[in-house]
């Protein structure tokens, strides 16, 4: 039996970690000869949800799950933690933008930026999922300055599930015939869903979809699906989807994305170095390739046409005003 793995959850008694931790624990995310201890952490007011969750997980009676630690104290949560998936934040409500989250989250990433910075193992995989979850990302990694800026992304996985979907629904094909995806920028409705290098069975995508349906129903679909989805769900974001995400994305970050047999590359927030002219320092969604041993490397190179150009720097520009506005906490 393998020695047990680390993982850290806030927000453990929220809507998205009541189906992330099912499937963690399961074996999705680690593989299922690999035992885990789940650290879970929430603020006081929602421990006793939390003992509920954790019945359930017990009344599951998974064969990996090797022990539970609840708390509310983030320096207890994330002590000698491998992995982290930051979910606990407030969500918003409809009619909402992910930024205006920022007056009451901010705070929240940058204490356990801190906490994360003072007790994590220093070659934790730190994966913000809490929203805005771009400039989450850039408060936690400014407050953690003795971990490498390449332990923290920002998820940008739902972004590029939802746009492999659409175009795969408009092309008649399964979500794993298509590859090659890009969203640029931040998760909001800025992003930039970028089907200039995808492809559908091999076919160049561009050629098999017309300008006028990628400008005016995928990329706005895609852009806006997350407040739709809160419509729908009568002020509920999505929580099904983005647990699933987050899996996908902390998982190609740990096995690499050779193994992801949907796509050559995934679409992650990281910190920018740089390329394609974005400014360096912001969490910037981009492409992303993982090798086999955990290195991650910005996909470099491609052409980017006049209108992926403007739509980088929309998005770009907005992740920008959303940095000024925390400067206190960076
Ligand atoms: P939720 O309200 O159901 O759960 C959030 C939980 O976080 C609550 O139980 C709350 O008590 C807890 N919490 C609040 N402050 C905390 C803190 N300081 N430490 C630990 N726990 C804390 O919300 P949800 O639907 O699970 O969504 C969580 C966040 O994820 C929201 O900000 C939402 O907007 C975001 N989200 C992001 C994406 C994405 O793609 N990035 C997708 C969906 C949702
Ligand atoms: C999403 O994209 O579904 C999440 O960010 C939740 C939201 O506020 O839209």
Partial sequence: MKTPVDIAVTGAAGQISYSLLFRIAAGELLGRDQPIVLRLLEVTPALHRLRAVVMELNDCAYPLLHKIITTDQSEVAFKDVDYVFLVGAKPRGPGMKRKDLLASNAEIF???????????????????????????????????????????????????????NQLAEKCGVRSMHVKNIIVWGNHSETQYPDLTHATVKGEDALTLVDADWIENQFVPTVQHRGG??????????????????????????????????????????????????????????????????????????????????VCMQVTEQELKEERDAVAHLL
């Fill in 228 to 309: 739709k989805v809160i419509e729908e769900r009568n002020g509920l974001s999505s929580a099904a989807s983005a647990a699933s995400a987050a899996i996908g994305q902390m998982r190609s970050w740990v096995v690499g994305t050779a193994k992801n047999d949907w796509s050559d590359w995934i679409s992650m927030a990281v910190m920018s170095d740089g390329s394609y002219g974005i400014e360096k320092g912001l969490f910037y969604s981009f492409p992303v390739t993982v090798s086999p041993s955990g290195e991650l490397e910005i996909v470099k190179g491609l052409d980017i046409g006049a209108f992926s150009k």
């Fill in 110 to 164: 940058s204490e356990q930026g801190k906490a994360l910075n003072a007790v994590a193992s220093r070659h934790v995989k730190v994966l913000i999922t809490g929203n805005p979850a771009n400039t989450n990302a850039l408060i936690t990694q400014c407050n953690a300055p003795d971990l490498d800026p390449s332990c923290f992304s920002a998820m940008s996985m739902l972004d590029h599930n939802r746009a492999i």
